[in-house]
């Protein structure tokens, strides 16, 4: 398994922007595909964004798409989601992932975060 730890949240007004950053600890990063999910209270755990071992190929949620972007750079080990034109409805705890295969279902991802709270207000 991947270790991954998240960092970058925060409180922030809507309209506001934050970016995430997921550090890997593996040295095979570039093997495994990266996902960004989030938890809201009460809510199931979903995909927000998914990003190929390359990087050349990303994809998101209906939610986010045009307001959040999905990197990430294989030299550094790191994974990157930044947030954008962030609205009240994308308060959530925020987790990275790690995935042998392209899924957009959380129970594909085998490597978790500890996840990071990203909150904003209106």
């Known amino acids: 398994q991947v270790q991954l730890v998240e960092s970058g949240g925060g409180l922030v007004q809507a309209g506001g922007s934050l970016r995430l950053s997921c550090a890997a600890s593996?040295?095979?990063?570039?093997?495994?595909?990266m996902g960004w999910f989030r938890q809201a209270p009460g809510k199931e755990r979903a995909m927000v964004a998914t990003i190929t071992r390359s990087g050349l190929s990303t994809y998101y949620a209906d939610s986010v798409k045009g307001r959040f972007t999905i990197s990430r750079d294989n030299a550094k080990n790191t994974v990157y989601l930044q947030m954008n034109s962030l609205k009240p409805e994308d308060t959530a705890v925020y987790y990275c992932?790690?995935?042998?295969?392209?899924?957009?279902?959380?129970?594909?991802?085998?490597?978790w975060g500890q996840g990071t709270q990203v909150t904003v207000s209106s």
């Open positions: 992932a790690a995935a042998p295969y392209l899924s957009s279902t959380a129970s594909d991802f085998g490597s």
């Open positions: 593996e040295r095979t990063f570039s093997n495994y595909i």
